[in-house]
Nanobody, 122 residues
């Protein structure tokens, strides 16, 4: 089992920044990729970004490229999502997730955190 705990959400004005953290514990030796997803009210949960543990290769959905940066700290078993130039449409509950395979990048994650709310005001 892997446990994931997100933190860092909050309320920010458009154009502002937030950094989300996801701390992993438990059997993390078999986690090959860490991903961030988000779910806005009334919408499905969508892939945002992911990072491979092996080489830190990163993936982003087009709507956040150039604004969001995913990174990791191996020593702390923690993944971060730095979010800059936030827009009201970025408002959602953000979840981190992991699994014991890399592909598909944006689907079939096994372990999920509880989520953290990000609200961007106009």
């Amino acid at each position: 089992q892997v446990q994931l705990v997100e933190s860092g959400g909050g309320l920010v004005q458009a154009g502002g920044s937030l950094r989300l953290s996801c701390a992993a514990s438990g059997r993390t030796g078999n986690t090959y990729i860490m991903g961030w997803f988000r779910q806005a009210p009334g919408k499905e949960r969508d892939f945002v970004a992911a990072i491979r543990w092996s080489d830190s290769y990163t993936y982003y959905v087009n709507s956040v490229k150039g604004r969001f940066t995913i990174s990791r700290d191996n020593a702390k078993n923690t993944v971060y999502l730095q979010m800059n130039s936030l827009k009201p449409e970025d408002t959602a509950v953000y979840y981190c997730a992991t699994k014991d395979s890399v592909y598909p990048i944006n689907d079939k994650y096994r372990y999920w955190g509880q989520g953290t709310q990000v609200t961007v005001s106009p």
